[in-house]
């Protein structure tokens, strides 16, 4: 897929790999619809424009239906087409699975597959009536593998895998595609709070030596969006943390 002149819908795209991802295609050439809970920073919105595309914004929690609802009301209102989706937008409330409250569980599932699904099932119909369209969810390594303390955002990420293929082979008939993307330790707010220590015993995991760059991830969104014969897979980007 030629990304000019195509409208791409990010997610959580207030910071980190949202806004780097959104930062990515505009510098492909897309026009930009961002999303966020609260709010997207000005000087974001400045740079997406500096590429010489369009940059709207709708707020919105993806956990919260009636706000999945008014969005999808939006986006109808703001772009004729839809031709790539990104759902970056996910949370993590961490803690040891016995020690863990049936709301924590409850929460990180209902944002990040729940909300996932919801929100992507409505652009879908959009984008089998255009009989085209790219979807691309962000996942995590967790959702392979498992962690310590993870035990929602676990199964949240795995469920994001599962629901991931199923697009991909119901949307093929229509030339809708859909990928994952795996990211492990990525340098983030999340990471920034780690002590040194941690870090470092970290990095001994990762053969690369090093947190990723949400840039990085960026980069293999917009790979994935321009490949028209890659669908269904999940792409792992952990600098080989997972080999």
Request: glycine share 10%; net charge positive.
């Given at each position: 897929?030629?990304?000019?002149?195509?409208?791409?819908?990010?997610?959580?795209?207030s910071?980190?790999i949202?806004?780097?991802?959104?930062?990515?295609?505009?510098?492909?050439?897309?026009?930009?619809?961002?999303?966020?809970?609260?709010?997207?920073?000005?000087?974001?919105?400045?740079?997406?424009?500096?590429?010489?595309?369009?940059?709207?914004?709708?707020?919105?929690?993806?956990?919260?239906?009636?706000?999945?609802?008014?969005?999808?009301?939006?986006?109808?209102?703001?772009?004729?087409?839809?031709?790539?989706l990104?759902?970056?937008?996910?949370?993590?409330?961490?803690?040891l699975?016995?020690?863990?409250?049936?709301?924590?569980?409850?929460?990180?599932?209902?944002?990040?597959?729940?909300?996932?699904?919801?929100?992507?099932?409505?652009?879908?119909?959009?984008?089998?009536?255009?009989?085209?369209?790219?979807?691309?969810?962000?996942?995590?390594?967790?959702?392979?593998?498992?962690?310590?303390?993870?035990?929602?955002?676990?199964?949240?990420?795995?469920?994001?895998?599962?629901?991931?293929?199923?697009?991909?082979?119901?949307g093929?008939?229509?030339?809708?595609?859909?990928?994952?993307?795996?990211?492990?330790?990525?340098?983030?707010?999340?990471?920034?709070?780690?002590?040194?220590?941690?870090?470092?015993?970290?990095?001994?995991?990762?053969?690369?030596?090093?947190?990723?760059?949400?840039e990085?991830?960026?980069?293999?969104?917009?790979?994935?969006?321009?490949?028209?014969?890659?669908?269904?897979?999940?792409?792992?980007?952990?600098?080989?943390?997972?080999?």
């Amino acid at each position: 897929m030629d990304l000019t002149g195509k409208t791409v819908f990010v997610t959580g795209s207030s910071r980190g790999i949202g806004a780097q991802t959104a930062l990515a295609f505009a510098k492909a050439g897309s026009n930009l619809i961002l999303n966020a809970r609260h709010e997207i920073p000005a000087e974001l919105i400045e740079q997406i424009k500096s590429y010489q595309v369009e940059c709207q914004v709708i707020l919105g929690d993806i956990s919260d239906s009636a706000a999945i609802k008014k969005m999808l009301s939006e986006l109808k209102e703001k772009a004729t087409n839809i031709d790539v989706l990104i759902n970056n937008a996910g949370i993590t409330k961490d803690k040891l699975m016995i020690g863990m409250k049936d709301e924590d569980f409850r929460q990180v599932i209902d944002t990040n597959l729940i909300g996932t699904f919801s929100l992507t099932r409505g652009i879908l119909k959009r984008m089998y009536r255009q009989r085209a369209g790219v979807v691309i969810n962000l996942a995590s390594i967790v959702g392979v593998h498992g962690n310590i303390g993870q035990a929602n955002y676990a199964a949240s990420k795995a469920g994001v895998i599962g629901l991931t293929k199923t697009i991909a082979q119901e949307g093929a008939m229509r030339h809708v595609r859909c990928n994952a993307i795996a990211p492990g330790m990525i340098k983030s707010s999340m990471t920034d709070v780690l002590s040194d220590k941690v870090k470092e015993q970290i990095k001994q995991q990762i053969p690369l030596g090093r947190f990723g760059l949400p840039e990085e991830v960026a980069q293999a969104a917009v790979f994935l969006a321009q490949n028209d014969y890659i669908t269904g897979e999940v792409l792992t980007i952990d600098g080989g943390m997972t080999i």
